[in-house]
């Protein structure tokens, strides 16, 4: 039976809730984190790319039972198909299995001291005169009112927890991608260590289709595009499978093993991440690159502060929201900058046709692409000005400072 009163309550067991949970614990604070899946990390909605020092800045030691595929860099496609490789030559990230990478999150969670509960379903929050005094929620059936001092709104995507606090998590279309994705089985791939990433209007409009390798002839192959449709009504699905049938020297005699979808906030995190009582953590707080809608290094890093803030707040006895939003300035202090930078960039490359693309297939070596995701844009503005003059208003408009 678990005890009712707690020091924080985390609203959900993905990346950004269960390292939360590890620096609570391990402040010596009780936490209880609530998952509505009947399993941890099931089913996915993700291609399971990590960089390495995503993992190394948590002590992760890696493991194969979720580091399934060391990967060494990324080939990006031009429209025509030209490849440009960022080739790091030693391993520089992981394909997860993120099912298991999410349990593993959550052991050491619990090792420190967390409990969890899965099949909860978070209603919404306990408030007593206006202040936050839990979460109620619904488990197999029983409802169940679990109180707490803070509560940790990690709840993804579909986030509602934050909004019951009155905190604005809403996505709008301009700034939300959405993906959709096979796991697939027999694919001919040249080169299994690599990130295989494809551009052009016809093949993912304002967004790209991914292969990510997992090994033994498995990857993710995935699409992500701006809006629930594209400008000419086409679902991620379709331009998918209009991809995958396109490609049969990589895709004949292929099968998918696995189908899941779901849509990634790419715009900026939100303005409001902390109410009294209550912090937004992760793709709920819109903490995701904008470039590639990576978020799982991101939602962890904000476990992270956001777990320190709550032992900290709860050591002052002061979960007010003027106590709690030191997370939020710790985060902006130290993502902003870079984030902002990015969206400009994400901004730019929605207005590239594919003309310009191949154009810069042409041009862009890897190390520039990888420059460019670094958010460094001096040198490929210069690049414009030489080879494409037309370019230099967008250029001025989303790339100077
Ligand atoms: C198709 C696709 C591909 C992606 N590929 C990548 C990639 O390759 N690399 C990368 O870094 N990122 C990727 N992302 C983004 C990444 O998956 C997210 O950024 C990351 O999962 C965010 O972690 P989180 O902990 O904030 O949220 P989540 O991982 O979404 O976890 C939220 C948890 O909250 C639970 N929950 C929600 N509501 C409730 C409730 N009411 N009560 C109880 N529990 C609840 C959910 O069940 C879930 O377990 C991808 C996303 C998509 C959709």
């Known amino acids: 039976m678990m005890d009712k009163q707690y020091d924080v309550i985390v609203v959900g067991a993905g990346p950004a809730g269960s390292i939360a949970a590890y620096y609570i614990a391990g402040g010596g604070y009780s936490v209880l984190v609530l998952d509505k899946k009947q399993e941890?990390?099931?089913?996915?909605?993700?291609?399971?790319?990590?960089?390495?020092?995503?993992?190394?800045?948590?002590?992760?030691?890696?493991?194969?039972?979720?580091?399934?595929?060391?990967?060494?860099?990324?080939?990006?496609y031009s429209p025509s198909g030209k490849a440009v490789k960022a080739d790091f030559e030693s391993?520089?990230?992981?394909?997860?299995?993120?099912?298991?990478?999410?349990?593993?999150l959550a052991t050491r969670a619990i090792k420190k001291g967390a409990r969890y509960m899965v099949k909860t379903n978070a209603r919404g929050l306990i408030k007593e005169n206006g202040a936050i005094k839990g979460v109620r929620a619904e488990h197999m059936g029983d409802e169940l009112e679990l109180r707490a001092r803070i509560v940790l709104a990690a709840?993804?995507?579909?986030?509602?927890?934050?909004?019951?606090?009155?905190?604005?998590?809403?996505?709008?279309?301009?700034?939300?991608?959405?993906?959709?994705q096979y796991e697939m089985a027999g694919l001919n791939l040249m080169e299994e260590d690599k990130l295989h990433l494809y551009f052009g209007e016809k093949i993912a409009p304002k967004g790209y289709v991914w292969i990510f390798p997992k090994g033994d002839s498995v990857a993710n192959v995935g699409i992500g595009i701006l809006g629930l449709l594209s400008d000419d009504g086409v679902r991620a699905k379709d331009y998918l499978d209009d991809f995958i049938k396109t490609h049969p020297e990589i895709f004949e005699g292929a099968s998918p093993i696995e189908m899941n979808s779901g849509g990634i906030p790419v715009g900026a995190p939100i303005d409001d991440m902390v109410a009294d009582g209550l912090m937004v953590v992760g793709d709920a707080a819109h903490q995701v690159n904008p470039i590639h809608g990576g978020g799982i290094s991101l939602a962890m890093e904000a476990g992270r502060i956001a777990g320190e803030v709550a032992c900290s707040a709860l050591n002052a006895d002061d979960v007010s929201r003027d106590s709690l939003s030191l997370y939020q300035k710790r985060w902006e202090k130290e993502f902003n900058p870079k984030l902002k930078?990015?969206?400009?960039?994400?901004?730019?490359?929605?207005?590239?046709?594919?003309?310009e693309f191949?154009?810069?297939?042409?041009?862009?070596?890897?190390?520039?692409?990888?420059?460019?995701?670094?958010?460094?844009y001096n040198f490929f503005i210069k690049i414009l000005g030489r080879k494409a003059p037309h370019m230099a208003p967008l250029a001025k408009k989303f790339l100077n400072k």
């Open 341 to 355: 930078k990015l969206l400009k960039l994400r901004a730019f490359l929605e207005e590239v046709t594919d003309k």
């Open 91 to 104: 391993t520089s990230g992981y394909v997860l299995e993120r099912k298991i990478f999410e349990k593993h």
């Open 40 to 76: 941890i990390g099931t089913p996915k909605r993700c291609a399971e790319g990590i960089n390495l020092n995503g993992l190394e800045s948590f002590d992760l030691e890696i493991n194969p039972k979720w580091a399934v595929n060391g990967i060494t860099g990324a080939v990006c």
């Open 358 to 376: 191949e154009m810069f297939a042409e041009t862009l070596s890897g190390k520039d692409i990888i420059r460019l995701t670094e958010s460094k």
């Open 155 to 180: 709840d993804g995507v579909d986030s509602k927890i934050a909004r019951d606090a009155g905190l604005n998590t809403k996505n709008n279309l301009k700034d939300y991608h959405c993906g959709f």
